[in-house]
């Protein structure tokens, strides 16, 4: 059973920056695809970026050019900085982790029933 933590989150002004971890215990986390997802007030949870465990990348296009994610295996724990945030961006942002024995197409990682494992989130407000 995989465990995941999020912190980071907090209130920045439009133009900054926020790094956000994402920390699992429990499993061999380099086996394991990690996405994040964010949900605003009023709004369904939306897809942002995922990380698969050979490094592939996919991105929302919300999220391009502004935002990354990376991992640190040996850490256990995986990154979403944020830059050139805008007030759109204002939710509780979540990471969610499944165990990935194959790769699989973009459409697999983008979608939120992919994932077996959640954390709590982390909210992310951004002033105008």
């Known amino acids: 059973q995989v465990q995941l933590v999020e912190s980071g989150g907090g209130l920045v002004q439009a133009g900054g920056s926020l790094r956000l971890s994402c920390a699992a215990s429990?499993?061999?986390?380099?086996?394991?695809?990690v996405g994040w997802f964010r949900q605003a007030p009023g709004k369904e949870r939306e897809f942002v970026l995922a990380?698969?465990?050979?490094?592939?990348?996919y991105y929302a296009d919300s999220a391009k050019d502004r935002f990354t994610i990376s991992r640190d295996n040996a850490l256990n724990t995986v990154y979403l900085q944020m830059n050139s945030l805008k007030p759109e961006d204002t939710a509780v942002y979540y990471c969610a982790a499944v165990l990935e024995r194959i790769s699989y197409i973009r459409s697999y990682y983008i979608r939120a029933r992919t994932y077996d494992y959640w954390g709590q989130g982390t909210q992310v407000t951004v002033s105008s």
């Open positions: 429990g499993g061999t986390f380099a086996n394991y695809a």
């Open positions: 990380v698969t465990r050979r490094d592939s990348t």
